[in-house]
């Protein structure tokens, strides 16, 4: 099975449906469809008893291509490909990015179904399903869709260490449209492991990513900022970018994490910050009143504007 990366670099487990599958799913919305094609017939006979056998005829083609073909077509559309056998058999309808279909796939797939399941009966949509690598007949092909199984144990998600405040949205202007899935998920497995690896090693790999990112988007990393914290922000970048083309723009980074602390990344012999020395109550009591500890000064005389005499 070919892996699904989104625009939040994680892999997507989807798992094709096989063949049996698929094949009762069908039988279950085979049966809904000629059970409604029957109904659809009999109040066709029942209500154009005065009708010549033209219009009859044209008024039977008319119920076949809504029934057989428009009916599937609508219920994917409007279930976003979940039929009711597809339902039954846990089953899914969806685009090869793992997204939800809409209606110019679900009517390339009708049509393309028309030949392969109904006028082949099905014998065309099983060889090309046993071809292919995963599952897919030529009204998938065309269309750009794969049926998925829905019932799968969820993937464990693990959250992305947020960059620290100071680098968020520094780079916007950064082009990311070179840099690959492959290393968009090496980055994200990465950052999402760096606390476990030991301190020499998550930065030499930390480095290598970063040099790797830099040299694809043809801006080299800034001076002074750690290379997991500089693969934070420029991860975030591109999620918040994702999220602004999904939701059709508006303040995409305001349902993200806040920063990091600069401490949260690794950095070459860092050392803690010495802690401050503990305030004793009097120099506390001191503050508080605004004076120290010794004996204070005298106040000075308030001016007058008398001089006394030599």
Request: glycine share 10%.
């Given at each position: 099975?070919?892996?699904?990366?989104?625009?939040?670099?994680?892999?997507?487990?989807?798992?094709?449906?096989?063949?049996?599958?698929?094949?009762?799913?069908?039988?279950?919305?085979?049966?809904?469809?000629?059970?409604?094609?029957?109904?659809?017939?009999?109040?066709?006979?029942?209500?154009?008893?005065?009708?010549?056998?033209?219009?009859?005829?044209?008024?039977?083609?008319?119920?076949?291509?809504?029934?057989?073909?428009?009916?599937?077509?609508?219920?994917?559309?409007?279930?976003?490909?979940?039929?009711?056998?597809?339902?039954?058999?846990?089953?899914?309808?969806?685009?090869?990015?793992?997204?939800?279909?809409?209606?110019?796939?679900?009517?390339?797939?009708?049509?393309?179904?028309?030949?392969?399941?109904?006028?082949?009966?099905?014998?065309?949509?099983?060889?090309?399903?046993?071809?292919?690598a995963r599952g897919r007949r030529i009204g998938d092909v065309f269309a750009g869709t794969l049926v998925v199984?829905?019932?799968?144990?969820?993937?464990?998600?693990?959250?992305?260490?947020?960059?620290?405040?100071?680098?968020?949205?520094?780079?916007?202007?950064?082009?990311?449209?070179?840099?690959?899935?492959?290393?968009?998920?090496?980055?994200?497995?990465?950052?999402?492991?760096?606390?476990?690896?030991?301190?020499?090693?998550?930065?030499?790999?930390?480095?290598?990513?970063?040099?790797?990112?830099?040299?694809?988007?043809?801006?080299?990393?800034?001076?002074?900022?750690?290379?997991?914290?500089?693969?934070?922000?420029?991860?975030?970048?591109?999620?918040?970018?994702?999220?602004?083309?999904?939701?059709?723009?508006?303040?995409?980074?305001?349902?993200?994490?806040?920063?990091?602390?600069?401490?949260?990344?690794?950095?070459?012999?860092?050392?803690?910050?010495?802690?401050?020395?503990?305030?004793?109550?009097?120099?506390?009591?001191?503050?508080?009143?605004?004076?120290?500890?010794?004996?204070?000064?005298?106040?000075?005389?308030?001016?007058?504007?008398?001089?006394?005499?030599?």
């Amino acid at each position: 099975m070919d892996e699904l990366v989104t625009g939040d670099a994680v892999v997507l487990g989807l798992r094709p449906a096989r063949l049996p599958t698929r094949v009762l799913a069908f039988a279950v919305d085979a049966v809904v469809v000629a059970t409604a094609y029957v109904v659809v017939v009999i109040a066709l006979v029942l209500g154009t008893g005065s009708l010549d056998a033209a219009a009859v005829a044209a008024l039977q083609v008319a119920a076949v291509l809504l029934i057989l073909v428009g009916g599937p077509i609508a219920v994917e559309t409007l279930s976003r490909g979940r039929s009711l056998g597809k339902v039954a058999c846990g089953l899914r309808v969806v685009r090869d990015d793992g997204g939800p279909i809409r209606f110019r796939h679900a009517l390339v797939r009708g049509a393309v179904g028309a030949v392969e399941l109904l006028a082949s009966f099905g014998v065309i949509a099983c060889v090309a399903s046993l071809v292919s690598a995963r599952g897919r007949r030529i009204g998938d092909v065309f269309a750009g869709t794969l049926v998925v199984r829905e019932r799968t144990p969820a993937a464990r998600f693990e959250p992305v260490p947020p960059p620290p405040a100071a680098l968020a949205g520094a780079f916007s202007g950064l082009d990311l449209s070179s840099v690959p899935d492959g290393l968009w998920l090496a980055v994200r497995q990465y950052l999402t492991r760096m606390g476990q690896l030991d301190a020499a090693v998550s930065w030499s790999v930390a480095a290598r990513l970063a040099n790797d990112v830099s040299s694809r988007t043809g801006a080299p990393a800034p001076v002074g900022v750690p290379p997991a914290a500089y693969l934070a922000a420029v991860l975030q970048e591109r999620q918040v970018r994702d999220a602004r083309r999904a939701f059709g723009g508006g303040d995409a980074a305001s349902g993200m994490a806040p920063g990091a602390a600069p401490g949260a990344f690794p950095s070459p012999g860092a050392a803690a910050p010495a802690a401050a020395p503990a305030a004793t109550p009097g120099a506390a009591a001191d503050r508080a009143v605004g004076t120290s500890s010794g004996p204070s000064a005298p106040a000075p005389p308030p001016a007058t504007g008398f001089v006394p005499p030599a």
